[in-house]
């Protein structure tokens, strides 16, 4: 069985820093491309950021960009450290593994997993 695990998170002033981590389990031995997601209340779920595992490429969204980087600490593990946060980074965070990244996307496919979500909560 998978799993995907995230820690992190929490409470932070605008122009703060959090940092958020996940581990996938369970996945014997396949490796697959993963990010980070958000859903704010009342919003859709997005892609913020994601590792491509193969060709070894981060990509982020227009929104996070130069605040929020992504790291693959190994093949299942990963970390995104959130810089500069502002208050409409509030959202539940969540991690997921087997989903599509490439310049431009940051999407969940029909296979992929997902962790249970972390709350990041920004005040102004």
């Known amino acids: 069985q998978v799993q995907v695990t995230e820690s992190g998170g929490g409470l932070e002033q605008a122009g703060g820093s959090l940092r958020l981590s996940c581990t996938v389990s369970g996945l014997r031995s396949i490796v697959y491309n993963m990010g980070w997601f958000r859903q704010a209340p009342g919003k859709e779920r997005e892609g913020v950021a994601c590792?491509?595992?193969?060709?070894?490429?981060l990509h982020y969204v227009d929104s996070v960009k130069g605040r929020f980087t992504i790291s693959r600490d190994d093949a299942y593990s990963l970390s995104l450290q959130m810089n500069n946060l502002e208050p409409e980074d509030t959202a539940m965070y969540y991690c997921a593994s087997a989903i599509r990244c490439e310049a431009g996307m940051v999407a969940a496919s029909r296979q992929t997993y997902w962790g249970q979500g972390t709350q990041v909560t920004v005040s102004s």
């Open positions: 590792s491509e595992w193969r060709a070894g490429m």
